[in-house]
């Protein structure tokens, strides 16, 4: 169903994982998107962000699908790489009506008390104020297109029930949840909605690297707070994707200051 035809989207993280199906998802809808991701590593990780050359096939897989896209390398700690990307929105597509802020990154310290100052900092810099960042960025741009439109904010169950040796991780997403639930109320007037999803362990790079394996296999009781009730290992990108488009579209149009949670019951235990 083409629910987002003619509307215009931008998505951060979108290279890969959770947000590339987003971005494909959205696209399928009918939405031009402009994709952005970090394009470089970012310090301190153990694993590998995404690159250039992953946002560029994020964008041709779009188009081979009959979409339009544009790319742009954007932190999502640099607030005015995230304008001169909202810019872009409005000069190539017209506008700017759904923003789904999905950019994130993992770290595995051994206890939360013993993370290190930069695995703190570069939590909170990416998850929340890169969260924000991307809000006080595109909502001025929401409110000139003046059609409503939808935030979607990438949260995480670890926000929701705690997971050993993330606290990090766990405290950054939740200021995610407080922060969507003041937008959701400051914007609602306009009819732009604000929502987070909650993925449970979902299959991408971040929960499949030597890293992340090592963390879940060894880390005391980490593994039973991962296990899903239902008869899957992980999600998958596409899972995810296919919540936050409803959430963008019109059929979600009185749905605001919610929390979707999607993990297979991970959760409920
Ligand atoms: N995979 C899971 O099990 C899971 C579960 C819950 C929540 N999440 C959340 O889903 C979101 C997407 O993660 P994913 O699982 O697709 O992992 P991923 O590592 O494949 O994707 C994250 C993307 O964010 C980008 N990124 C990292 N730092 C950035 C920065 N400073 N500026 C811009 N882009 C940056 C990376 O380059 C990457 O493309 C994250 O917010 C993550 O916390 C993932």
């Known amino acids: 169903m083409r629910s987002l035809e003619d509307r215009v989207a931008l998505v951060t ?4 994982g959770i947000g590339r199906a987003t971005a494909l998802a959205l696209a399928d809808a009918g939405a031009a998107v402009v994709v952005t991701d970090v394009g470089r590593q ?24 009959g979409g339009r896209a544009a790319p742009a390398l954007v932190d999502v700690r640099d607030h005015d790489a995230l304008l001169a990307a909202v810019d872009l929105a409005e000069r190539s597509f017209g506008g700017l009506d759904v923003v789904v802020a999905n950019a994130g990154v993992a770290s595995w310290p051994a206890t939360t008390w013993q993370a ?32 409503g439109g939808s935030i979607v904010m990438v ?77 899957i290992h992980r999600m998958e990108p596409l899972d995810v994707a296919a919540a936050i488009r409803w959430l ?16 297979a019951g991970a959760t409920l235990r």
């Open 13 to 16: 993280g979108a290279a890969r």
């Open 42 to 65: 970012v310090a301190g990780l153990t694993y590998g962000t995404a690159t250039g050359e992953d946002l560029a096939a994020t964008v041709a897989l779009i188009e081979e699908q």
């Open 116 to 147: 290190t100052p930069e695995q703190w900092q570069t939590m909170i810099d990416v998850v929340l104020t890169g969260t924000w960042n991307t809000c006080r960025a595109a909502i001025p741009a929401m409110l000139r297109t003046g059609r």
């Open 248 to 263: 963008c579209s019109p059929e979600a149009r009185y749905v605001t200051g919610t929390q979707l949670v999607l993990d």
């Open 155 to 231: 949260g995480s169950t670890a926000a929701v029930k705690p997971v050993p040796t993330i606290g990090h991780y766990a405290a950054a997403k939740n200021g995610v949840i407080g922060l969507m639930k003041s937008l959701a109320l400051e914007v609602a007037g306009d009819s732009i909605r604000v929502n987070v999803v909650h993925p449970g362990g979902t299959g991408t790079e971040m929960t499949q690297n030597p890293a992340a394996e090592h963390w879940q296999a060894t880390a005391p009781g980490v593994g039973g707070a991962l296990e899903l009730p239902m008869p």
